[in-house]
Nanobody, 122 residues
């Protein structure tokens, strides 16, 4: 059993920034951020493996950065230049079947946080 605790969501104006945090009770595997907007499927945002190699979705590349602090078992998502289309519930997730070859398919991730709302609106 892995517990994931997220924090850092909120409401910002377009062009603003937010930083999400996710602390895992066992951060030895693939970790990732996913998001789900109303009436849309959950989608991949960014993932990071145990070697700190990151994969970022094209839709957020250049604006979002994923990172991990191993000493704190905490993953971060720094979101800059936010756009209204970034509005969604953001989830952190962990895939405990892999630690280096992390894939972006949400259904592979077997542990999920409770989600945190990010709203970008003027």
């Amino acid at each position: 059993q892995v517990d994931l605790m997220e924090s850092g969501g909120g409401t910002v104006q377009p062009g603003g920034s937010l930083k999400l945090s996710c602390t895992s009770s066992d951060a030895r595997y693939c970790l990732g951020w996913f998001r789900q907007a109303p009436e849309k499927e959950r989608e991949f945002v960014a993932i990071i493996n145990t070697d700190h190699q990151a994969t970022i979705a094209d839709s957020v590349k250049g604006r979002f950065t994923i990172s991990k602090d191993d000493a704190k078992d905490t993953m971060y998502l720094q979101m800059n230049n936010l756009k209204p289309e970034d509005t969604a519930v953001y989830y952190c997730a962990e895939w405990t079947q892999a630690w280096r070859q992390c894939l972006t398919t949400p259904s592979l991730y077997n542990y999920w946080g409770q989600g945190t709302q990010v709203t970008v609106s003027s």
